[in-house]
T-cell receptor, first 112, second 112 residues
Framework: QKEVEQDPGPLSVPEGAIVSLNCTYS??????FMWYRQYSRKGPELLMY??SSGNKEDGRFTAQVDKSSKYISLFIRDSQPSDSATYLC????????????WGAGTKLIIKP | EAQVTQNPRYLITVTGKKLTVTCSQN?????MSWYRQDPGLGLRQIYY???????DKGDVPEGYKVSRKEKRNFPLILESPSPNQTSLYFC???????????FGPGTRLTVL
């Protein structure tokens, strides 16, 4: 079993829909949770960063962490075609020298 | 502008011909790492460095070497490349203990 599980998709939704992307993990020591967005032929870029549990909102994006369920989510409101990309979750802990453990990434397609 | 640069961006080479991919960051980050990204396998860490002269193996270090003689630079060396090292390579940097990684634009390597 992988430490971080993420559905590879693709996930295809119409423009304007609310998108929900998820990752589950097995290591309860993870403290830092990140979402990266990767456009085709580009490097990943940090989208959201959360420490421990709770919610964080930034514009149309909301990140949620549920440590009791070992489950993190990224919500995108009013999705746009420009949101079409691969979304990767990543997490780390002090125990592992903050080495990032990655999900496989979910390919998201927003249809105009 | 804060950035991570990689060179070359594209490289086609032959089996056994030594090559170096350079990586440089201008953010004074302590932590640097190299990843390879392959379809269906996601991002896999090759090597990482927590500071100058401190390097450690990631998940897939076989066939690769690194060095960290200066804080800003972290070159990846393939002493004798093989076709199974054909991949997309990313360099990343972050402040130590935080995990917010900033990625370079990627180097697409083909080994014939």
């Amino acid at each position: 079993q992988k430490e971080v599980e993420q559905d590879p998709g693709p996930l295809s939704v119409p423009e304007g829909a609310i998108v929900s992307l998820n990752c589950t993990y097995s290591n309860s020591a993870f403290q830092y949770f990140m979402w990266y967005r990767q456009y085709s032929r580009k490097g990943p870029e940090l989208l959201m960063y959360t420490y421990s549990s709770g919610n964080k909102e930034d514009g149309r994006f909301t990140a949620q962490v549920d440590k009791s369920s070992k489950y993190i989510s990224l919500f995108i409101r009013d999705s746009q075609p420009s949101d079409s990309a691969t979304y990767l979750c990543a997490m780390s802990s002090m125990d592992s020298n903050y080495q990032l453990i990655w999900g496989a990434g979910t390919k998201l397609i927003i249809k105009p | 502008e804060a950035q991570v640069t990689q060179n070359p961006r594209y490289l086609i080479t032959v089996t056994g011909k030594k090559l170096t991919v350079t990586c440089s960051q201008n953010m004074n980050h302590e932590y640097m790492s190299w990843y390879r990204q392959d379809p269906g396998l996601g991002l896999r860490q090759i090597y990482y460095s927590m500071n100058v002269e401190v390097t450690d193996k990631g998940d897939v270090p076989e066939g690769y070497k690194v060095s960290r003689k200066e804080k800003r630079n972290f070159p990846l060396i393939l002493e004798s490349p093989s076709p199974n090292q054909t991949s997309l390579y990313f360099c990343a940097s972050s402040l130590a203990g935080v995990g917010k990684s900033y990625f370079g634009p990627g180097t697409r390597l083909t080994v014939l």
